[in-house]
């Protein structure tokens, strides 16, 4: 008898150890609410707001400067892209493939998917000569 009497001793104590915890826990949130609510009422200072050193640079041009990768076989080759700009309101991609097969080294060659992906990046497409 006297075991069962001092389980519930015990269970008595960790339900009061228990409400003492939840009762310090349920007053740390309300003053955390406090404090957040406070601090929601302030305006932002303009310290917390990172200033850029000077203007920023054209978000294009930044981007051009940094693509991953390295450049395309057609960008870096200035004969190559003259050749596809002069075709390009004749031929079609396959067709301009096969001549840069029949002009150019194998070396130099590109696929009609290369030629197409090139020519559709292009921003401003000169105008051939009719």
Not at 19 to 45: F, G, H, I, V, W
Not at 97 to 109: C, G, H, S, W, Y
Not at 111 to 118: D, M
């Amino acid at each position: 008898m006297m075991d069962a009497d001092n389980q519930m001793a015990e269970l008595r104590q960790a339900l009061r150890d228990a409400s003492e915890l939840t009762a310090a826990a349920d007053a740390a949130l309300a003053r955390a609410s406090k404090a957040l609510e406070r601090a929601l009422q302030q305006p932002l200072n303009g310290a917390s707001i990172p200033r850029a050193p000077g203007p920023l640079p054209p978000p294009c041009e930044h981007r051009r400067l940094h693509r991953p990768g390295r450049p395309g076989k057609i960008a870096t080759d200035p004969e190559l892209q003259a050749f596809i700009r002069a075709r390009a309101d004749r031929m079609t991609y396959d067709q301009i493939a096969a001549a840069i097969r029949d002009a150019f080294p194998p070396e130099r060659r590109v696929s009609r998917s290369t030629i197409h992906k090139w020519w559709s990046g292009q921003s401003s497409r000169p105008q051939t000569p009719s």
